[in-house]
């Protein structure tokens, strides 16, 4: 069976403008999801070299605060996973590779102010 996952938002990121928010909900509990196989496909790049998501923010179900993050997993296992992240250098023209298969971006838009709010990019060093 294929886990649904649906693109909540793609969110510009004040400032920046090779980053961008990722927001989707996923059917399946947390603990079976692994974050690093999100990603975008790259020809001629080795997979190894491809984007991976940066400081990932799981949340609640209507997206308001965050229940984890990348040091420390949701407490609380539920059925259906919202999960943020931020992915640079995003191709608008190529879909999103995740573990449960690829999903078309939908085009970026400014972020809501219940994700600027609670969410802060801080770049990698």
Sequence with gaps: ?????NVIG????????????IELDIK?????????????????????????PW?????NTEGTEITGDWLE???ETTETT?????LHFIDFDNPLT???GEIDLKQPEPMPNRLSSIIEYEQPN
Aim: no cysteine.
């Design 1 to 5: 069976m294929k886990t649904e996952t």
């Design 55 to 59: 400081d990932e923010k799981y949340l």
């Design 28 to 52: 399946a509990k947390h603990i079976d999801i692994e974050i690093g196989e999100f990603t975008q496909r790259q020809n001629g790049v080795d997979r190894l070299d491809w984007q991976t």
């Design 82 to 86: 919202r999960l943020a992240f931020f």
């Design 98 to 100: 995740t573990p449960f």
């Design 10 to 21: 793609v969110y510009m990121v004040e400032g920046q403008t090779n980053v961008h928010l």
């Design 73 to 75: 997993v949701p407490k």
